[in-house]
T-cell receptor
Framework: ETGVTQSPTHLIKTRGQQVTLRCSSQSGHNTVSWYQQALGQGPQFIFQYYREEENGRGNFPPRFSGLQFPNYSSELNVNALELDDSALYLC????????????FGPGTRLLVL | QQQVKQSPQSLIVQKGGISIINCAYENTAFDYFPWYQQFPGKGPALLIAIRPDVSEKKEGRFTISFNKSAKQFSLHIMDSQPGDSATYFCAASSETSYDKVIFGPGTSLSVIP
C-alpha cells in the first residue's frame, strides 16, 4: 500500500453539479498529479501541483481546477458536471526535486447521472 | 490523439508461459518509459521503467525491450503466475516531466492455472 490516500472512495452526482475530490500525498512528497481514468482506458493526465503552484496541465477544460495546500495535500474541483466526467479519479504524489517515482492512490470513483 | 499505442487489449496465458505486451509511441521527446500494473480497486503501481539509452532492462521475471529507431517497446513477463493477472499500462514521459505520464490504453492479462 502506498501512503497516498483519497476521499471519498465513491461519489454520485447529477449533471450540472460541482464536486470536490481530496488527496493526501505520501509523507515527504511535494508534488501531486491528478489523472482521470475512464472505464477500460488508461489514466489521462489532468494537471499537476508542485509546491502549491500548477505545474502543467493536460487537455482538460477550465471547469477542472485544483489546489495544493501548504501540507502538500490537494483538491480537484470539477464544475458543471457532465455525464462523460464519470470516471475513476487518481492522484499520485512524488518528490519532484529528487526525480523520485510517483505513487498512486486508490482513486475516487465518480458517477454522474 | 493517442500518443502511446498498446496491444493486445487482452491476453490469456497459461501458468508458466511468457506474456508479451507491445507498445509504440509517436513523440520523439519522450525519454522515460514506465510500465504500470493495476489490480481492481487499486491505483496503478510502477512495475519497471526504461530510458532510451539502453535496449533492454530486466528485473526479476519482468523484462522491457526497447527499440528507439522503431519507437517501440515491449514488456515480457517470464514464468507468468496467476498473481500476475492484472491490467498493464505502458506509458511515456519526458525526463524533465517524468511524473506527467502519458498512458497507453492498457492490456488485461489473465494467467490461468
Amino acid at each position: 500500500e502506498t501512503g497516498v490516500t483519497q476521499s471519498p472512495t465513491h461519489l454520485i452526482k447529477t449533471r450540472g453539479q460541482q464536486v470536490t475530490l481530496r488527496c493526501s500525498s505520501q509523507s515527504g512528497h511535494n508534488t501531486v498529479s491528478w489523472y482521470q481514468q475512464a472505464l477500460g482506458q488508461g489514466p489521462q493526465f489532468i494537471f499537476q501541483y508542485y509546491r502549491e503552484e500548477e505545474n502543467g496541465r493536460g487537455n482538460f477544460p477550465p471547469r477542472f481546477s485544483g489546489l495544493q495546500f501548504p501540507n502538500y495535500s490537494s483538491e480537484l474541483n470539477v464544475n458543471a458536471l457532465e455525464l462523460d466526467d464519470s470516471a475513476l479519479y487518481l492522484c499520485a504524489s512524488s518528490f519532484r526535486d529528487r526525480g523520485e517515482t510517483q505513487y498512486f492512490g486508490p482513486g475516487t470513483r465518480l458517477l454522474v447521472l | 490523439q493517442q500518443q502511446v499505442k498498446q496491444s493486445p487489449q487482452s491476453l490469456i496465458v497459461q501458468k508458466g508461459g511468457i506474456s508479451i505486451i507491445n507498445c509504440a509511441y509517436e513523440n520523439t521527446a519522450f525519454d522515460y518509459f514506465p510500465w504500470y500494473q493495476q489490480f481492481p480497486g487499486k491505483g496503478p503501481a510502477l512495475l519497471i521503467a526504461i530510458r532510451p539509452d539502453v535496449s533492454e532492462k530486466k528485473e526479476g521475471r519482468f523484462t522491457i525491450s526497447f527499440n528507439k529507431s522503431a519507437k517501440q517497446f515491449s514488456l515480457h513477463i517470464m514464468d507468468s503466475q496467476p498473481g500476475d493477472s492484472a491490467t498493464y499500462f505502458c506509458a511515456a514521459s519526458s525526463e524533465t516531466s517524468y511524473d506527467k505520464v502519458i498512458f497507453g490504453p492498457g492490456t488485461s492479462l489473465s494467467v490461468i492455472p
